[in-house]
Each structure stands twice: as structure tokens, then as C-alpha cells.
């Protein structure tokens, strides 16, 4: 098989499913997908953001885009999530859990069992319930591509994101368990992330992490648009012979 540089990345004809997709790395993954051609389901908590979000894919790309309230710690949002998207469209080719959170606490000792399982749930517990349904329904469709949202923590952890570093560890874990269970129809691979300036470093000590910049390759943060080209090729026929794998999209961290 030849590969064909101009089909390639095309998604047309395709659905993909974004998890927290209506602000940073998610919203960027959302318009990369659909200038590409698929058509979008945009999920996190706050509807409104994503309406505000599935509006702008529709007028900037002409791709249809459906916006849902979902929380991902919860598995009954999870199962609704995915009946919205098959009763609206039919199908998802492309699922990328990339809903994640990682709250401040000031020491170990004082992380209370409510943030740990909420840590857990969102960045664990909920991309494996949806992996789980939706990686199912491709099975059985006959293909798709599953992308999860890992992060640079998970091989590096830091005693202030240590709940935060086991859970995509664990994350890391399915990927390849994922891979193996619903291979060869289904595809599953993990970009593991580093540090991106999103919403959320809007309150980063901004000099300190210049000088934890320092250590970095590129010496910088990454803009959300950075994650793009590697979620596409792994969306798409690209990648088809990659799965089980850890992508590291970080800039050179060490």
C-alpha cells in the first residue's frame, strides 16, 4: 500500500468525540479534526462553552458539531454521552479523552480522599468506561482510533502532582491494554503531553516556570495549536500501523 500524502490526514466522512473540548488542548484538537473533515462531538461540563464551541467548528469549517454537558468522573454521563453521539450521527471513528484535572493541595498528607478519587475519576476511572463503550461499538463497526490525553507527569512526577502522576500512569496502562483488547479493528495510542499554555497556566508563576523552561529542548511552553499534527495523525490513516503507543509531545522535558 502506497501512502498517499493528500488522503492521508483527510477525516471526511469520519466522527470524532472530544472530551473536554471546549477550551485549551481539547478546543484545539476539536478545529484541528474538523478542518480536516470529520464532523464533531464536543463534551465537558459547561454546555454553554460547548455550544460556544461546536458554533464556531460549524461556521469556520462547515463540519456539523454537536455539543453535549458531560462530566467525566460520572460513568452515567459517560453512557448518555455516547448515546447523543450515535443517535445524532451514527457512529464515532475518533474518541479522544483528553478531560483531565489536576487541583493544588498543600502537602501529601493533606490531600483528602474526596480530591484523590476526583483526580482519579476524571483522568482514570472516566477514559476507561469511555474507551470501554466506545472502543466496543468500533470493534464491532469494523475500526476507529482511540487517543488518549496522557501527560508528562506520568513520567516524571512531582511530589505536587503525585494523584495527578499515577492516574496517567494508570492511563498510560490502558493504552496498551486497549490496544491489545481491541486490536486489529481498533487502534489506541496516547499522546503524553507536557506543559502547554492553556487557560489554566494563566496562574503559573510565570518566572518560575521560565526557569523550568530552562531545562526544556525547545526552552518554552507549547500553544494548544502544537498538539494538533500528532492527535491527526493518530485520528487518521497515518498512523495505521500505530497503536499501543505513547506518544511524547513535551518540548524536550527531562
Excluded at 468525540?17 to 462531538?41: N, P
Excluded at 490513516?237 to 524536550?252: K, P
Aim: glycine residues 12%; proline residues 3%; aromatic residues 6%.
Amino acid at each position: 500500500m502506497k501512502f498517499d500524502t493528500h488522503t492521508a490526514f483527510d477525516l471526511t466522512g469520519r466522527v470524532a468525540l472530544v472530551t473536554g473540548g471546549s477550551r485549551g488542548l481539547g478546543e484545539a484538537m476539536v478545529h484541528g479534526l474538523a478542518r480536516a473533515g470529520a464532523d464533531v462531538v464536543v463534551a465537558s461540563r459547561n454546555l454553554d462553552s460547548c455550544k460556544e464551541t461546536a458554533a464556531e467548528v460549524e461556521r469556520d469549517t462547515g463540519r456539523s458539531a454537536l455539543p453535549v454537558s458531560a462530566h467525566v468522573g460520572r460513568w452515567a454521563d459517560l453512557d448518555a454521552l455516547v448515546e447523543a453521539a450515535y443517535e445524532r450521527f451514527g457512529r464515532i471513528d475518533v474518541l479522544v479523552n483528553n478531560a483531565g484535572m489536576s487541583p493544588l493541595y498543600d502537602s501529601l498528607d493533606g490531600v483528602s480522599e474526596e480530591l484523590f478519587d476526583k483526580v482519579i475519576g476524571v483522568n482514570l476511572k472516566g477514559p476507561f468506561r469511555l474507551a470501554a463503550l466506545v472502543g466496543t461499538k468500533m470493534a464491532a463497526a469494523g475500526g476507529g482510533s482511540i487517543i488518549n490525553i496522557s501527560s508528562a507527569g506520568a513520567l516524571h512526577p512531582r511530589p505536587e502532582i503525585a494523584p495527578y502522576s499515577a492516574a496517567k500512569a494508570g492511563l498510560n496502562a490502558l493504552t496498551v491494554g486497549f490496544a491489545h483488547a481491541f486490536g486489529p479493528a481498533v487502534r489506541c495510542n496516547a499522546i503524553v503531553a507536557g506543559t502547554f499554555h492553556t487557560d489554566v497556566s494563566a496562574s503559573w508563576d510565570s518566572e518560575q516556570f521560565a526557569r523550568r523552561a530552562e531545562g526544556f529542548a525547545l526552552q518554552r511552553g507549547g500553544q494548544p495549536e502544537e498538539i494538533v499534527g500528532t492527535a491527526l495523525y493518530l485520528a487518521s490513516d497515518a498512523s495505521s500501523y500505530t497503536t499501543g503507543a505513547l506518544l511524547t509531545v513535551d518540548g524536550g522535558q527531562r
